[in-house]
C-alpha cells in the first residue's frame, strides 16, 4: 500500500513538473525581452567611428565592436523616466522585428539617472518585459554616459 502511495505520489510530481515547467516554452518567453547589461568601461571614441564599449555576459567580457562587427546599427540612447523614450519604443521593437534577419542591429543603452546600478538594471529589465524589447539593453552609469559624446537630449538615436 505505502509502495503504490509513493509511486502515485511521485507520478504526480513528475507530471505536474513537466506541466508546469516546459523548456521549449521557458525558452520561448525568454526569448520575447531581450537582454540587460551594465557598461563596464566605455572606450573612448575615435573621430569619425561609433564608441566601443566593454561588458561582461555569462562569466566572459565582451565589446560593442564584437557584438555589432559587419552589421549596420541602430543606437537608441534613453531612459524609462522619459517620455519620448517610451513613447518610441513600440516603433524601435517594430524595426528590431523587421530586420531581425537582416545584417542589422537595435541596441538600447539606458541611462536610467540617480538610481544605484542595481535598481537600474532591474527598472529597465522590468520595462523591456512589460514592453516586450526582443533587442538587448545596456545600463550605463552616469559617469560612463559621457563616453557617448555630448549627448544633451534624450531620445537619441545613432544610425551607424
Not at 510530481?13 to 568601461?41: M, W, Y
Not at 539617472?113 to 535598481?119: F, I, S, T
Amino acid at each position: 500500500m505505502k509502495k503504490k502511495v509513493l509511486i502515485s505520489i511521485l507520478t504526480f510530481s513528475v507530471l505536474t513538473l513537466l506541466v508546469v515547467f516546459n523548456p521549449n516554452q521557458a525558452q520561448a518567453e525568454a526569448s520575447k525581452s531581450g537582454k540587460v547589461i551594465k557598461i563596464d568601461k566605455v572606450i573612448k571614441g575615435k573621430y569619425g567611428k561609433v564608441v566601443d564599449f566593454t561588458y561582461t555576459d555569462g562569466g566572459k567580457e565582451h565589446s560593442f565592436s564584437e557584438l555589432t562587427k559587419g552589421k549596420s546599427i541602430f543606437l537608441n540612447v534613453w531612459g524609462t523616466w522619459c517620455g519620448p523614450c517610451r513613447r518610441e519604443i513600440p516603433e524601435i521593437v517594430e524595426i528590431s522585428k523587421d530586420l531581425k534577419d537582416k545584417d542589422f542591429i537595435v541596441v538600447g543603452v539606458s541611462y536610467e539617472k540617480r538610481l544605484p546600478m542595481d535598481q537600474a538594471i532591474d527598472r529597465v529589465k522590468g520595462f523591456a518585459k512589460s514592453n516586450n524589447i526582443p533587442y538587448i539593453n545596456f545600463v550605463v552609469s552616469p559617469e560612463l554616459l559621457g563616453g557617448f559624446g555630448n549627448i544633451n537630449g534624450f531620445p537619441t538615436t545613432f544610425i551607424v
